[in-house]
C-alpha cells in the first residue's frame, strides 16, 4: 500500500509576509486530513517562516532546489544541509529548472545522491515537452529521465522517492493530461524503468504523482488511477480551498 501523496510547489510566488497567512489558513484546515502526505514547497527566503507555523501541524516542508555539494564556494546557492535545517522534502529536476537553468539527467542525479547522503526526500521531477509529446517521443524520454535521474542511489533510498510524472505541455497551461494517458506513462514507462533500477518490489513501493493543471475539479480523474498516488500541485496550491479540496480527493 503506497499512502497518497500531495505537495504544493509555490514555485517563485509569495513573499515571507504572505507565506505566514497561506500556510496559516492552510494549515488551519490542512491539519484535519488523516491518510495523506501532505508537503508544501514556498521558497527559500519563507522556509523558516513556514516552518515555525508549520510545527505539530504533520504538514511537511520541501525545498524546490538545493545544490549538490555541501558547502563552498557556489555563489547564490543552497547546501543540501541548509535545506535539511528546515526541510524534510526537496523537489529534484523540475521541467523549469531543466529548461531555464539547464538542468540535466546528470546534474538531477548529482542532486539525488546528496539528497540521500543528506538525508532528505526527494520528489523527482520527469515528463516531456509539447514537442516531444506530438513527435511521440514521450515514453522513450521520459524512461531515459527516469533512469538516468535515478540512478546509483541504494535500494533503501530509493522506496523514500517520490517521482513526479509531470508533462511539460501541461504545467500552467490549464491543459492537464488525460487519467487513463497518465497512468499508462506511469505503468508502462516510469515503473519499469525503476523496477530495472531497484528491482520490481521496489518500483511498486515508489510513489508516483501527477502534476501539470492539476485543480480541485479533475484531480480524483488522477487519483482514481491505480498508478498515480498523488499530485504535485503549482497554481492551484496558492489557493486554500482549491488546494485544500485537491489533498481531501488524494485520501483513499
Ligand atoms: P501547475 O504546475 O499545477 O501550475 O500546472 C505544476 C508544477 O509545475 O509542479
Known amino acids: 500500500m503506497r499512502t497518497p501523496f500531495v505537495a504544493g510547489n509555490w514555485k517563485m510566488n509569495k513573499t515571507i509576509a504572505e507565506t505566514r497567512e497561506l500556510v496559516f489558513k492552510l494549515s488551519m484546515k490542512l491539519r484535519d486530513i488523516h491518510g495523506v502526505e501532505k508537503?508544501?514547497?514556498?521558497?527559500?527566503?519563507?522556509?523558516?517562516?513556514?516552518?515555525?507555523?508549520?510545527?505539530?501541524?504533520?504538514?511537511?516542508?520541501?525545498?524546490q532546489n538545493m545544490h549538490w555539494e555541501e558547502k563552498g564556494a557556489f555563489t547564490g546557492e543552497v547546501s543540501p544541509v541548509m535545506v535539511k535545517e528546515l526541510c524534510k522534502y526537496v523537489i529534484l529536476g523540475h521541467s523549469e529548472r531543466r529548461a531555464y537553468f539547464n538542468e540535466t539527467d546528470d546534474?538531477?542525479?548529482?542532486?539525488?545522491?546528496?539528497?540521500?547522503?543528506?538525508?532528505?526526500?526527494?520528489?523527482?521531477?520527469?515528463?516531456?515537452?509539447?514537442?516531444?509529446?506530438?513527435?511521440?517521443?514521450?515514453?522513450?524520454?521520459?524512461?531515459?529521465?527516469?533512469?538516468?535521474?535515478?540512478?546509483?542511489?541504494?535500494?533503501?533510498?530509493?522506496?523514500?522517492?517520490?517521482?513526479?510524472?509531470?508533462?511539460?505541455?501541461?504545467?500552467?497551461?490549464?491543459?492537464?493530461?488525460?487519467g487513463l494517458e497518465a497512468n499508462a506513462v506511469v505503468k508502462d514507462v516510469i515503473r519499469p524503468a525503476l523496477a530495472k533500477l531497484f528491482g520490481d518490489e521496489t518500483a511498486q513501493a515508489i510513489r508516483v504523482l501527477y502534476g501539470g493543471s492539476v485543480t480541485s475539479a479533475n484531480a480524483s480523474e488522477f487519483f482514481g488511477q491505480p498508478d498515480i498516488d498523488g499530485a504535485l500541485v503549482g497554481g492551484a496550491s496558492l489557493k486554500i480551498d482549491e488546494f485544500v479540496a485537491i489533498t481531501q480527493a488524494a485520501v483513499i
Open 39 to 63: 508537503v508544501l514547497c514556498p521558497p527559500f527566503m519563507s522556509l523558516m517562516a513556514a516552518s515555525a507555523l508549520l510545527e505539530g501541524a504533520g504538514i511537511g516542508l520541501g525545498a
Open 107 to 178: 546534474i538531477v542525479n548529482r542532486k539525488l545522491i546528496s539528497a540521500q547522503t543528506f538525508d532528505l526526500t526527494p520528489i523527482v521531477c520527469v515528463g516531456e515537452t509539447l514537442e516531444q509529446y506530438e513527435s511521440k517521443l514521450t515514453r522513450e524520454v521520459v524512461s531515459r529521465q527516469t533512469s538516468q535521474s535515478l540512478r546509483d542511489v541504494s535500494p533503501a533510498f530509493a522506496q523514500r522517492i517520490v517521482v513526479a510524472y509531470e508533462p511539460v505541455w501541461a504545467i500552467g497551461t490549464g491543459k492537464a493530461s488525460n
